[in-house]
């Protein structure tokens, strides 16, 4: 019944919003060669159910096509032997406040700014369903099974479960990989990372129904540090910023959007984003994630191993809100310290030893100035704050006579960031390195400067 229930709300979730363009559903040519849908349930769907089911297959094959290339990625789960010693792993040192996890190695840095996406929604819907039927079967075989049988299905559909669980890390790590070499786009890889939400918000699911399912079966347990740690490794797929990119893709009659920047490398990514006056950011090592070994945490003598750990490389954190709070997930460490107007979200992977995700909210407000400098012409005078660690930049621009704000559009390498409020200042997310700087009035007057040179 749990299957069923939630196939019927997925059907109510897909489709909410899709009216304003619905239009694309029926645009099928009329030489479509015809197919049937039969009910997995073994009795005949209604017409309305088969029409619907029919039409999110059809409209979802394009943006499936798109995404399905990502599997079979063969190996890329673990890491690829080129970290040399003297790359770091640890986080940055900053002064004033929080340390901050960073990339080694090249960075591409780029701008999306996500809106509805009809494609991203169909292809959930329709991995949803494929993953809806698959615990239908078992549900049904389950009922039927004896104990000894029962055991055998629970340690089987568990390791259905890891083997996913593996699939998204590996299906992350290559698309970002190849984004990095240029190889994918901004909305491919977006388009991974909302997938892999997805699925893991099944699993999860899917999940707890093993672990009531197990209960169930005398004699029989499932690893308590196994299925903590499971549950711990999809919720990496879940963040503040990911939740905002799939609330923007919804197809919906306000057209929310989202803006973020991507921070690509061959050893992770960063996801960074302004709302309002908070800086999110979520960090995403590779090289600091190795399930395979042993836990570098697992020490009699030290029960909070890596809570004092995380103390050490967060100094500043620790100084301010006291020693940070831990939840231990079998393998995987989730520490967190939570301070006025900053919170810092730690994953520390045991086999590794070192921060895997890391996740921190800020008020830009707190953040101090690194460096400061000014640019000026015949009519504008420009001034960019910089903050560390490519932090967020406060960019003023003014009359260069008389020192009155202006109204101007910033752009960062031709990429528009945003538009100076009535004190002549906006915060930025620049790039990486060296970039141009532009700042242009209503009236067309222009300031470039090259930063980072």
Not at 69 to 90: I, Y
Not at 389 to 395: I, K, L, M
């Amino acid at each position: 019944m749990k299957a069923l229930e939630r196939r019927e709300s997925l059907f109510t979730s897909v489709l909410d919003g899709i009216d304003p363009v619905r239009s694309c559903l029926f645009a099928v040519d009329s030489s479509t060669t015809p197919f049937c849908i039969r009910s997995p349930y073994g009795g005949p769907m209604n017409s309305a159910t088969s029409a619907l089911l029919a039409l999110l297959l059809v409209c979802s094959l394009p943006a499936t096509a798109l995404v399905a290339a990502d599997s079979g990625l063969g190996g890329v789960g673990e890491p690829d032997g080129s970290v040399q010693e003297d790359v770091q792993r640890t986080p940055i040192q900053v002064n004033d406040t929080t340390n901050r996890l960073w990339l080694n190695g090249p960075i591409q840095t780029s701008y999306v700014t996500h809106g509805p996406d009809l494609g991203a929604t169909l292809a959930s819907g329709d991995d949803e369903l494929r993953m809806d039927h698959e615990r239908y079967l078992f549900d049904s075989r389950f009922d039927s099974a004896d104990s000894e049988e029962r055991a055998e299905m629970l340690e089987s559909e568990y390791e259905r479960i890891t083997d996913h669980i593996e699939q998204l890390e590996e299906r992350e790590r290559a698309v970002v990989r190849e984004h990095a070499d240029g190889d994918r786009s901004d909305a491919e890889l977006i388009r991974v990372l909302l997938r892999n939400y997805h699925e893991a918000t099944i699993l999860l699911t899917d999940l707890e129904e093993l672990e009531d399912g197990a209960r169930l079966v005398q004699g029989f347990s499932l690893s308590s540090d196994e299925v903590r740690n499971s549950k711990a490794a999809l919720e990496f797929h879940h963040s503040p910023i990911r939740s905002e990119l799939v609330a923007a893709s919804r197809v919906s009659e306000s057209n929310d959007q989202y803006d973020v920047r991507i921070q690509t490398s061959r050893d992770g990514y960063r996801l960074s984003s302004l709302d309002r006056s908070t800086y999110l950011t979520e960090t995403v090592r590779f090289d600091n994630r190795e399930p395979g070994s042993s836990d570098r945490f697992d020490d009699n003598t030290q029960e909070y191993a890596a809570a004092e750990y995380a103390v050490e490389l967060y100094p500043w954190a620790a100084d301010q809100g006291g020693f940070p709070h831990f939840v231990n997930h079998g393998k995987i460490y989730n520490v967190w310290f939570t301070l006025d107007e900053v919170s810092v979200d730690l994953y520390f992977d045991g086999g590794a030893g070192e921060v895997h995700r890391e996740l921190q909210e800020i008020s830009i407000t707190t953040l101090p100035i690194e460096t400061s400098e000014t640019w000026t012409n015949d009519d504008l005078e420009l001034t960019l704050n910089e903050t560390a660690v490519n932090g967020p930049a406060e960019v003023t621009v003014t009359d260069s006579s008389t020192d009155e704000p202006v109204s101007a559009t910033i752009s960062a390498d031709d990429h528009e960031l945003g538009e100076t409020d009535r004190d002549g200042t906006v915060w930025i997310l620049p790039p990486d390195g060296v970039y141009e700087l532009t700042a242009e009035t209503d009236d067309g007057e222009t300031i470039t400067a090259t930063v980072g040179s």
